[in-house]
């Protein structure tokens, strides 16, 4: 797959000659590309040849533009496209009424896609149908300038709940659905925090949603603030699922919860056990992974084990103990300690602190407790580990945020088990302590 990031400057409006030199070196390519475009120019992707895959990002009120009119016109005239990528956001602080979808007109077809992802599309807006009296949304549009039967993979930021009810029931070929957290106006990823009864119902709204598709091999939710019930979506998709991925962001909802010990909802050992009758043939699993008491889950480690097809495993741990803070050393608002106390106070790490040492031994026994040892590689994270922050101005209180950490570990050729680990490269604080570590994984007690 080919990627093209592409700088539409005024002068290469006029110089057709850049446009048949991307087309020459897309045939080398079998016509399998990516066209990123992402500076203001609305005329600018007509220039290029219709593509079977096209990835374009749009980010306002910076030197990166509108797309979303350009990309319009072209899927309009490109019958080929098969999958499209576009996330729409607002990257600056000059906010002005620019698009955030499609401005539909009357009568106008979309090309039959099998590959969808969309971030930041306004569902919702109601599209002007080229001036007609009647205006519909944006959902109602798209659902008829497009045969959504053929679709086989959908990935979407939360959508509203407009196009759950528009299309469930529709989607027939889908294979492959992943619910992300809703892009904010700013393009950060917003968990779904809500409790009152409108939200619950959405949530159920999804779990039925997803029960009316038919049987997916690949399955992902996450950033919905509360878990979905497992049970009916396993009973429709559990004999086929080869993919699945629940998990939600570390202490999201601690500020609209009012608890400030409020920690994310983790999966049960009784759950997990579910999941792993359910779904006899998942190969790949992702989930948030609870620990307590200063101690390893060491019996939901054994049940992981007991995935008999299960080569791919990836954990996010919480990274802080929500119940033990300290002050900063230093606090760029005040030195008054009624706001030191408030705004620059961080959590401590939760003990102990995962290193390569125990990375490499929870990947041991995982693999040990494995009835035939198919499990290939093995993922571990602490904290929320390049997560999406989107644009807009950002002011710290304090620089000593605690630092997300991955672990991989995989199984070499020669059947040698290895793990690296990476720290999150935008935070910049004291580098952790050594990664040799004393520490065992011990029992839960």
């Known amino acids: 797959m080919l990627t093209y990031t592409f700088y539409s400057y005024n002068r290469w409006r006029a110089d057709p000659r850049v446009f048949e030199a991307l087309k020459l070196e897309q045939a080398e390519y079998n016509g399998s590309w990516t066209l990123e475009t992402t500076y203001d120019d609305r005329d600018s992707l007509l220039y290029v040849e219709c593509s ?20 319009y016109k072209s899927l309009i005239a490109c019958s080929n496209v098969r999958s499209l990528d576009f996330s729409v956001s607002q990257g600056g602080c000059s906010i002005s009424d620019d698009p955030w979808s499609f401005d539909w007109k009357k009568g106008d077809r979309f090309p039959n896609l099998e590959d969808l992802t969309l971030s930041g599309y306004d569902w919702e807006s109601q599209t002007s149908f080229g001036q007609s009296a009647h205006r519909p949304f944006s959902v109602d549009a798209w659902k008829a300038a497009m045969d959504w039967s053929l679709l086989k993979r959908l990935n979407l930021d939360r959508p509203p709940n407009s196009f759950i009810e528009a299309f469930q029931g529709e989607l027939h070929s889908l294979e492959s659905l992943i619910l992300r957290p809703r892009w904010g106006f700013w393009g950060d990823e917003e968990t779904f925090c809500a409790l009152d009864e409108a939200a619950e119902q959405l949530r159920e709204n999804y779990t039925n949603f997803i029960v009316a598709l038919p049987p997916l091999h690949e399955l992902e939710i996450s950033g919905m603030g509360q878990l979905f019930n497992m049970t ?28 400030a010990t409020l920690i994310r909802p983790f999966l049960s050992l009784t759950q997990i056990e579910e999941i792993n009758v359910g779904a006899p043939k998942l190969e790949s699993l992702s989930l948030d992974v609870y620990r307590s008491a200063n101690r390893w889950p060491v019996t939901l480690f054994k049940s992981l084990s007991s995935f008999p097809n299960l080569s791919e495993l990836t954990i996010y741990f919480d990274l802080e103990d929500a119940w033990r803070t300290r002050r900063t050393k230093r606090c760029f608002l005040s030195n008054v300690a009624s706001v ?54 950002r002011m710290d209180n304090h620089d000593e945020y605690n630092r997300p950490m991955r672990y991989e570990c995989w199984v070499e050729a020669d059947g040698l088990e290895k793990c690296k680990g990476d720290r999150e490269w935008s935070f910049l604080y004291d580098e952790l302590e050594d990664e040799d570590s004393d520490e065992s994984l011990g029992s839960d007690g």
């Open 52 to 71: 079977d895959h096209v990835k374009v990002d749009s980010a306002y009120g910076t030197q990166y533009g509108n797309a979303i009119d350009p990309l």
């Open 232 to 259: 009916p979506i396993l009973e429709t998709h559990g004999a086929a699922l080869r993919k699945l991925r629940i998990h939600e962001f570390e202490r999201d909802c601690t500020h609209e919860s009012g608890n």
């Open 340 to 393: 030191w106390d408030r705004y620059c106070t961080v959590h401590e790490l939760m003990q102990p602190v995962l290193n390569q040492t125990l990375a490499q031994e929870i990947f041991r026994n995982l693999r040990m407790n494995q009835r035939g040892m198919t499990l290939q590689n093995l993922t571990m994270y602490t904290g929320d580990f390049e997560r999406r922050e989107g644009g807009g101005l």
